[in-house]
């Protein structure tokens, strides 16, 4: 079945690190995007991808980076540079025409201690 | 600039219709989106409208769309215990980006 797979679920790391979080799908989509979702805050768009070797900054990409080397695959780096990386990281995909609803994956909850 | 806007809480009671409503900027969207989310989990998509369209009824769901003044809602009839989560409208933003609202947690009480 076609489906998109973020990894790890939890994720925790020492304040000051680096840390990269895994996204792919299998559905041929040819856009990605990486959201980041606190508490009372709804979705922030971090980054997003319409095509291989190209993305563009969401509206809090500071302190991120991303590469798109493959279709599939759309990983987050989370530098040391993110003042407050603590929370729920949801990656997502969709065709790039017509009705793009957006195919979700399961999140991955980073804690920075 | 581009704002979703919800209400943050909806209780409602098994068995009663539920009517989120969701306010946006952006006029120039082609579609509107309704997810759900559980908890810990990803958002899943509910339905959307076409903008030309004013309703969309999709069994227990209807979305109701209202351009004029950019209001947007999603009625659920029967509401169920299954039905309690964290409802988002989104509206088209950059390129192919969305634009989520801050979500309405809607808690079902049998």
């Known amino acids: 079945d076609g489906g998109i797979t973020q990894s790890p679920k939890y994720l925790f790391r020492k304040e000051g690190q680096n840390v990269t979080l895994s996204c792919e799908q299998n559905?041929?989509?040819?856009?990605m995007y990486w959201y980041r979702q606190d508490p009372g805050q709804g979705l922030r768009l971090i980054y997003y991808s319409q095509i291989v070797n190209d993305f563009q900054k969401g509206d809090i990409a500071e302190g991120y980076s991303v590469s798109r080397e493959k279709k599939e695959s759309f990983p987050l780096t989370v530098t040391s540079a993110q003042k407050n990386p603590t929370a729920f990281y949801l990656c997502a995909s969709s065709i790039i025409s017509g009705d793009y609803g957006y195919t979700f994956g399961s999140g991955t909850r980073l804690t920075v201690v | 600039g581009e704002d979703v806007e919800q209400s943050l809480f909806l209780s409602v009671r098994e068995g009663d219709s539920s009517v989120i409503n969701c306010t946006y900027t952006?006029?120039?969207?082609?579609?509107l989106y309704w997810y759900k989310q559980e908890p810990g989990a990803g958002l899943q998509l509910l339905t959307y409208?076409?903008?030309?369209?004013d309703m969309k009824q999709d069994q227990r769901l209807t979305v109701l769309l209202n351009k004029k003044d950019k209001h947007l809602s999603l009625r659920i009839a029967d509401t169920q215990t299954g039905d309690s989560a964290i409802y988002f409208c989104?509206?088209?933003?950059?390129?192919?980006?969305?634009?989520f609202g801050k979500g309405t947690t809607l808690s079902v009480s049998s």
């Open positions: 409208i076409f903008s030309n369209m």
């Open positions: 559905l041929n989509h040819d856009a």
């Open positions: 952006d006029s120039s969207s082609t579609y």
């Open positions: 989104a509206e088209e933003g950059a390129g192919t980006a969305l634009i």
